[in-house]
């Protein structure tokens, strides 16, 4: 079988495919062919939609599909796949039906018995976590946590005990609101990469811990939309029962306890950074931000 054939775009499927989370660079050659040969496109906003389509010089008809419309605009959506159309589901930025209502159409596909291929491609959620220094063998991912304070609270306090590194989306103007929500859940001390803007000109990962990252954005305002990589329980060096003491300390107290028994500053970092579990570079940027 040919590569023409192995990516040839069929009738009756409904793609989902990835778009850049910033750079438009990162748009792979497979999905750039498939969104020029569907016969639709259904977009959660056609606007920004159609200024990537004119970027890539496709021209293709637009339909919105949407948190709001999902439901008679899926029905339509799937209506017309049945009837032997094509269709390409993109969202804003990223990977469909992940945080987005594509996760509506992909279930209503498979109730109706309509074939679903997948185009893979950026995703801010694993893009974040691979560049977070943190645990990525086992992770959960919780979106954006509800505006509703009583959901929200209830949301964290289920996670308190959560060994995985959690992944959650945050826009800026919420993001100081999180930041001491999150503090109250896990304290000070739980490690946190702030991951803002990924792949554009002003990508920026912050690697610090709960406690100081409330400090420097109660005095810096955030800007652009945030992926935040938080350690897990088990990491945290807190938890009820530990054998070593040392890792009820902070992490600057734990390192002065290896300094007053006469190890320079860069062995009792090395020190203490052993008996947390994470390397010495990692406690070196913590205590020293």
Do not use: Q, W
Not at 151 to 171: F, H, N, Q, V, W
């Amino acid at each position: 079988m040919s590569e023409f054939e192995k990516n040839k775009t069929e009738g009756s499927t409904i793609y989902l495919v990835a778009t850049p989370i910033g750079n438009l660079a990162d748009i792979s050659e497979r999905a750039k062919k498939v969104l020029s040969e569907v016969d639709f496109i259904a977009a959660e906003d056609t606007r920004n939609s159609l200024k990537l389509l004119t970027c890539l010089g496709i021209k293709k008809e637009l339909v919105s599909y949407h948190e709001h419309n999902k439901r008679s605009s899926g029905e339509r959506i799937i209506a017309r796949v049945l009837s032997g159309e094509s269709c390409a589901v993109i969202t804003d930025a990223g990977m469909p039906a992940i945080s987005d209502p594509g996760e509506d159409i992909v279930r209503l596909a498979a109730d109706s018995g309509v074939r679903v291929s997948v185009i893979p491609g950026a995703c801010a959620a694993v893009s974040a976590l691979s560049l977070s220094a943190l645990a990525t063998g086992r992770f959960c991912f919780e979106g954006f946590l509800s505006t509703v304070k009583s959901e929200r609270e209830a949301r964290l306090s289920a996670l308190k005990g959560e060994e995985r590194t959690m992944i959650i989306y945050e826009a800026p103007h919420k993001l100081c609101t999180t930041l001491k929500d999150l503090e109250r859940t896990f304290g000070k001390e739980r490690r946190i990469s702030l991951c803002r803007e990924l792949t554009k000109l002003n990508e920026e990962v912050v690697r610090t811990t709960l406690g100081k990252a409330n400090e420097y954005y109660s005095e810096n305002a955030p800007r652009g939309e945030y992926v935040l990589i938080i350690e897990g329980a088990a990491e945290a060096g807190v938890a009820s029962g530990c054998e070593n003491p040392l890792l009820s300390l902070s992490p600057e107290e734990h390192v002065r306890h290896y300094e007053e028994k006469g190890l320079s500053r860069m062995d009792a970092i090395k020190a203490a950074a052993k008996d947390r579990g994470m390397s010495k570079s990692e406690l070196y940027k913590i205590v020293n931000t």
